[in-house]
């Protein structure tokens, strides 16, 4: 994008939370980050250093301030997302998911042949995401090929880091009007999608990147699978789909493969360091191992599985296992397109997990012990673990990262942050994640370029990073 906003080539400071690792987080108080020329973090000055004070000394206007009751966090990354899904967000939510991929889900889904249709929705989908501070989105798209390169069309055009997939699904099980006609279907259309958006006039820098998809296995035939593996190999392109998640799910790839969903997809070679797989809640201790030796990843969906999943992905025992995980919104079986509600939902998840939930056990039998995690490790999920798990340099304020990043304004008229002074700054930040909204957003970066802004915003009595002060820029 470029234009009033971008801080490339700028020095920003200001109050910089991130959680680099899970087990804690770092606040960089009065902190300068230095953006180079293509978005990417060039230095980070803390303050009282010989480097910071040079800066604040210098009257150039190379320093830009975050206005006072602002601080800075690493933009969100949204492991799983179904974009044609948006349209029936908090919808249909009352049956189990074999019956809502049919009734609901499928035929939603069909109708995006409809370009216009595609557009108004991909569309509002992109800049609501966007204005809730996710800056990366792992996209499912569509059967169609047009629609898929569409959506890929409209990240680049709105600056959203996004990888996208054209969903594959040949097999009958899926209805006649929406499918792939046949295996060969199925990967052709992945192919022309990934030439698409590498070949893209205005992707140059390799910010939206294409995705190999099959949907499930009990959506595709193995010869889908096969040529979808090969395509991965061939290509380097990343892969997702789902596995293990509900009993139906996981239950189906046993009596069809004999052997669980992580060893099917790994045999079809879909599972390698590029990989992310849903939900993954009847991961056994082996597959939890077959993972990490493949360095694939997993998105966490705790939204989603409290409806659909049967059961609550056991987080804990996952990341000492060292398994990557980042955190996924599922739109539309999750009924929040917000990865602030996705960090809340992990958290108390796994509270639920380790406390158990049926009241006529004794404590001692009704939970999972060692289960839970704590905002902080949400945090890390949602931003650098998520980085991680999609092998992208985003995530945090690092050197040789790019600048994707969120300012949150805890004073916003609107919002719904409420701290007091003298507050910590682990008060501070459990403020943000726990009581931070929409309004709360005033800006977000990704590779140092503003791509939404709270222009709206009450003007402020102090000088600094307001909406309004982007057009001087």
């Known amino acids: 994008m470029g234009g009033s906003g971008d801080v490339r080539g700028r020095v920003l400071r200001g109050t910089f939370f991130h959680a680099p690792s899970p087990d804690g987080f770092e606040c960089c108080a009065d902190a300068m980050l230095v953006i180079d020329a293509a978005g990417a973090i060039a230095d980070v000055l803390r303050a009282g250093s010989g480097e910071h004070a040079a800066l604040a ?88 090929v047009p629609a898929t390169r569409l959506l890929a069309d409209l990240c680049i055009k709105k600056g959203q880091r996004a990888l996208i997939g054209k969903v594959a699904m040949d097999l009958d099980t899926c209805p006649d009007f929406y499918r ?31 995705v190999v998809t099959p949907r499930f ?17 061939e290509t380097g392109a990343h892969v997702q789909t789902h596995c293990s998640e509900s009993d139906w799910a996981h239950g189906y790839v046993r009596e069809r ?37 493949r360095g694939a990843g997993v998105a966490h969906c705790a939204h989603s599985n409290a409806y659909f999943a049967n059961a609550v992905f056991p987080l804990r025992r996952a990341l000492e296992k060292g398994l990557h995980v980042g955190l996924g919104t599922d739109i539309s079986g999750g009924p929040s397109a917000s990865m602030l509600d996705a960090q809340r939902m992990t958290v108390a998840a796994s509270r639920m997990l380790e406390d158990g939930v049926d009241a006529g056990l004794p404590a001692g039998e009704r939970g999972c012990r ?7 490790t949400a945090f890390h999920l949602a931003t650098a673990g998520g980085a991680e798990a999609l092998d992208l340099p985003v995530g945090s304020f690092e050197i040789g990262r790019k600048f994707d990043a969120i300012a949150i304004d805890t004073e916003a008229a609107e919002g ?57 820029i």
């Open 217 to 233: 296995i009990p959506a595709c035939t193995d010869e889908a699978l096969e040529g979808l593996g090969q395509l991965a190999a």
């Open 57 to 144: 000394a210098d009257e150039s206007g190379q320093v830009m301030r975050l206005p006072e009751g602002s601080v800075m966090l690493p933009g969100f990354v949204d492991c799983h997302v179904h974009a044609p899904q948006f349209p029936q967000l908090g919808l249909a939510l009352d049956v189990p998911l074999e019956t809502w991929l049919m009734r609901y889900t499928f035929p939603l889904e069909a109708r995006y042949a409809d370009l216009d249709f595609a557009a108004r929705a991909y569309g509002q989908l992109v800049d609501d995401l966007l204005a809730g501070g996710t800056t990366t989105a792992l996209y499912f798209a569509t059967v169609h």
């Open 370 to 376: 060692d289960s839970r995690v704590d905002m902080v």
């Open 180 to 210: 792939d006609a046949d295996a060969d279907e199925a990967v052709a259309g992945t192919r022309a999608i990934i030439d698409h958006i590498r070949a893209h006039a205005g992707n140059s820098e390799g910010r939206v990147l294409p």
């Open 257 to 293: 493969h004999g052997m669980s969903d992580a060893e099917s997809l790994d045999r079809f070679g879909l599972v390698g360091r590029r990989s992310i797989v849903a939900h993954a809640n009847f991961l056994s201790g082996s597959d939890m191992d077959l993972l990490v030796q």
């Open 416 to 472: 719904t942050i409420r701290l007091f002074d003298g507050s910590a700054p682990s008060d501070v930040l459990a403020g943000v994640l726990y009581q931070a909204s929409r309004a709360n957003i005033a800006h977000v970066w990704v590779d140092g370029r503003l791509v939404r802004s709270h222009r709206d915003a009450a003007p402020r009595s102090k000088p600094g990073l307001r909406a309004g002060a982007f057009a001087a």
